[in-house]
């Protein structure tokens, strides 16, 4: 990808550190990475090594000890909580493998909680949300409550609701984890025909199934980059003395 397209994603020396007793463990050291528009990403590594920490400061759930995010060309690192919370609602989308639905609620009502937040009126909320489930395959199933649905149907409205507010950037931690083969290959599909159509993902796994149908990988290891397919390996920037 040229660097005559803005990057939708640019970590700059990007750090985590977490005081453990008395022992600081540095779960991102020194990460730099441009993620373009309409990038197909996975983000692997062994247990401990960084993804979580990742996936959290990409989604703005975190703030990094040093570095700087900058999301759209905006400067994030250092936003306090209540606009960390805005830039998640309006520019981020989310996809968990635990399915995070509201069990109260029906698989429309469900879609159409982010929409409530951010103030879109009831009669434009209902019509996305309808929408939106006719895209992911729910649209029979529109009065059903998650505890009538099959895991992989309660993973679409959870990707119909990451969908509500056209996000920037959909990041998705581990979402195939508790289906079944089929249902995570028809997730998969979803998600193939949502790249397609443009959208920017980051799908944070252990699979390595899942990272080959991306377009681009990248591994962590001991919270650095260790390897980065757009450059065909370890980037430079990334080299780091062991402390």
């Known amino acids: 990808?040229?660097?005559?397209?803005?990057?939708?994603?640019?970590?700059?020396?990007?750090?985590k550190h977490y005081q453990m007793g008395s022992f600081i463990v540095k779960a991102l050291r020194a990460v730099s990475l441009k993620i373009f528009p309409g990038n197909y990403i996975s983000i692997l590594g062994p247990s401990g090594g960084g993804k979580s920490t990742m996936l959290n400061?990409?989604?703005?759930?975190?703030?990094?000890t040093l570095g700087e995010y900058l999301l759209e060309g905006k400067d994030v690192s250092r936003l306090d909580d209540d606009d960390l919370s805005q830039v998640r609602g309006k520019r981020l989308?989310?996809?968990?493998?635990?399915?995070?639905?509201?069990?109260?609620?029906?698989?429309v009502e469900n879609i159409e909680v982010p929409l409530y937040y951010q103030g879109v009126s009831a009669d434009e909320s209902r019509e996305r949300a309808v929408k939106l489930a006719e895209q992911v395959g729910l649209g029979g199933r529109l009065d059903h409550r998650p505890t009538e649905l099959s895991g992989g149907q309660?993973?679409?409205v959870a990707i119909a609701r990451a969908l509500a507010n056209d996000p920037a950037v959909i990041l998705?931690?581990?979402?195939t984890g508790n289906l079944d083969s089929k249902s995570g290959g028809d997730i998969l599909r979803i998600f193939d025909e949502l790249n397609d159509e443009g959208k920017t993902l980051i799908l944070i796994t252990h699979d390595e199934a899942m990272a080959d149908r991306t377009s681009r990988t990248i591994r962590l290891r001991d919270g650095q980059v260790e390897f980065d397919s757009m450059f065909g390996g370890k980037q430079e920037t990334q080299a780091?003395?062991?402390e």
């Open 1 to 15: 990808m040229s660097d005559a397209v803005d990057p939708i994603i640019e970590l700059k020396g990007v750090e």
């Open 154 to 156: 309660q993973q679409r």
């Open 172 to 175: 998705a931690d581990e979402a």
């Open 240 to 242: 780091l003395e062991d």
């Open 93 to 107: 989308g989310f996809i968990f493998q635990s399915y995070n639905l509201i069990q109260q609620l029906s698989v």
């Open 57 to 64: 400061i990409l989604g703005c759930l975190d703030q990094p």
